[in-house]
Structures are given as C-alpha cells and as structure tokens.
C-alpha cells in the first residue's frame, strides 16, 4: 500500500501569515493527489485535485504543487474560515490513502 | 443539485452486523464511482472502498476486507456498506462520497455493549 506522509501534523498561524503543509508519497503516484479541508462537524471539501488544479468556487489564495512523491498545499494569506484540518489524499492506486491530517489553528 | 444522504448507523455490539445506505440524488448515479470513507471520533480520515458504476469492480482497505462489503442498487440509486464482525475499532462516522468530490455528511455508527 502506498503510505502517505503529512508534515507538520499540526501547526499555529496568524491571520495574513502564509502556510505551507506537505505530503509525501511512499512511492511515485504522478499527480494523482487531491487536498481537502475539514471543519468539525463538517465533511471534507477538495481544496484541489490533480495535485495542482483549484477545484471551482474554492478561494484562489489556496494553490498545490508537486509531482512524483513530493506534494506542497500553500494557502497565501490565511484567513479567519482557513482554521481547520488539511488532508491529502492520494488516488493513484488502491487501496486509496489519506495523510494523517494537518490542524491549522490560530496563534 | 448533488445530494448524498446516508442511513443505517446507530449503537451495535460487538460482533454484530450492519448494512449502511446511502441514497443518491441529482445526478445520473449509474456513471460514477462511489466510496465510503470513516472517521473514527477525534481521527483523520480513512478510505473504506469503492465501486464502479456498474458494479463489477470493487477495492477495499486491507484493514477492513472480507468484512465489509460495498455494492449499489442502480435502480434505487443507492450505495450500500455491508459491515459484519463489527468491532470497537468500526465505531466512526462513515461518508459516503461521489468520486471524492461530493460528500454526504455522514452516520454515525458506535460498537459497544
């Protein structure tokens, strides 16, 4: 099964700052790799997919890249709604695999 | 408008079984793949299995095969999560969810006696 890798598992942030979450791959998976966001109480939303494509209707302060086995999500300016948990998920082969999460709080 | 309403959970013991449900709307059900992704409480997200729109493929994680079994009724659009030998460790919230963009918002199913 390919194994994937979140960093940091949680961190704290400030209004404006820019964040940046990584997920590594245990093997190459292309770019078959989608972000989502999670609120509590809520179900995830993709962020992106296809490692680097917005997804409609999502804010554009939020970007991914990476290719292969090194994924980065970046939010540029974090904003007061961007408080919540980060997931990669990676569809490249089954069994499909999440990352462990990235709690985004507010410093 | 997609929807995606999930049924079935609730409080089982251990060693039992349960069928969860998860009723489709808004769109042609029969050309998508459909998944279901748990979360335990307080605990990331974890893929369950998935089905291709006819039925005739299906993966499951290796924690969770040959107990679960997913299968849908295109004529009711409607996926279905068997689960037998149920176990602590099955007490989540489970998703039903349409090619990992459309999410329902979950039922809850607790294991214990």
């Known amino acids: 099964d390919i194994q994937m890798t979140q960093s940091p598992s949680s961190l704290s942030a400030s209004v404006g700052d820019r964040v940046t979450i990584t997920c590594r791959a245990s093997?190459?998976?292309?770019?078959?790799l989608g972000w989502y966001q999670q609120k509590p109480g809520q179900a995830p939303r993709r962020l992106i997919y296809?490692?680097?494509s917005l997804q409609s209707g999502v804010p554009s302060r939020f970007s991914g890249s990476g290719f292969g086995t090194e994924f980065t999500l970046t939010i540029s300016s974090l904003q007061p709604e961007d408080f919540a948990t980060y997931y990669c998920?990676?569809?490249?082969?089954?069994?499909?695999?999440f990352g462990g999460g990235t709690k985004v709080e507010i410093k | 408008e997609v929807q995606l309403v999930e049924s079935g959970g609730g409080l089982v013991q251990p060693g039992g079984s349960l069928k969860l449900s998860c009723s489709a709307s808004?769109?042609?059900?029969?050309?998508?793949?459909m998944h279901w992704v748990r979360q335990a409480p307080g605990q990331g997200l974890v893929w369950v299995s998935h089905?291709?729109?006819?039925?005739?493929?299906?993966n499951y994680a290796d924690s969770v095969k040959g107990r679960f079994t997913i299968s849908r009724d295109n004529a009711k659009n409607t996926l279905y999560l068997q689960i037998n030998g149920l176990t602590a460790e099955d007490t989540s919230v489970y998703y039903c969810?349409?090619?990992?963009?459309?999410w329902g918002q979950g039922t809850l199913l607790t294991v214990s006696s």
């Open positions: 089905i291709n729109g006819d039925g005739s493929t299906t």
């Open positions: 969810t349409r090619d990992l963009i459309y």
């Open positions: 296809g490692a680097s």
């Open positions: 998920l990676q569809h490249n082969t089954s069994p499909l695999t």
């Open positions: 093997q190459g998976i292309r770019d078959d």
């Open positions: 808004g769109f042609t059900f029969n050309r998508f793949w």
